[in-house]
């Protein structure tokens, strides 16, 4: 949030020669989010690059974290739309955007079992907004954390991946905290088993970091955190 030039972000284990690739991609002025999955170095930290031009300050939010078990607590599924409310998929017809500071109940179905589902990964995307935002994806029944898990700019069509604990009654909402009704787009693309044999554990988002609030903005070519 807040870039002063638009770059890219790197997150990489902790002393591990930095990859070629990057994991976020931005714009001067914008805030962007996306969903990460980073390994971790062997004193327990990853680190995170700024290959801006500019200052950048940086929020990170935990999600779950995967295991060293060999166990296969993941299966993928072929790529289906479960939501459009452009169309009213996912939502009984009902033809509707979502309203601002309003959350969206959505029941899990198709390639997604009915029960034993610890977390769904989906590809979401928002389309149609008004006003800039975001959206915040979280189990159905419990309380909606502090983390987004999508942010865009007025106009914009903006997807990301999301890996969303699933609500006892298998389901999980999504809140639009944005100015104005939005459309949203959800494709399911796996989901994790419950169980202890899980090689991916969900939580519910922690805030772990925030450069706002920790001495100012990231400066360029630092990878200091």
Known sequence: TNPGAGGDLVAFP???PM????NLNFTPGLTKATNVIVGVGADGEVSMYNGSAGTVDLVADVNGYFTQSMANGYTPTPPTRILDTRRGTGTNGVVAKVGSGKALTLPLGGEVPTSGVAAVVLNLTAVDEAT???????????LRPLASS???AAGQIVPNTVIVPVGQDGKID???GSGGPIDLVADVQGYFSAGSADTYVPGTPVRLYD???LGGPFHPNNNSI
């Open 14 to 16: 902790d002393e591990q």
């Open 19 to 22: 990859p070629a690739t990057s």
């Open 132 to 142: 800039g935002g975001y959206v915040t994806a979280y189990p159905d029944g419990a």
């Open 150 to 152: 999508l942010n865009f």
């Open 174 to 176: 999504l809140y639009n």
């Open 211 to 213: 450069s706002r609030a």
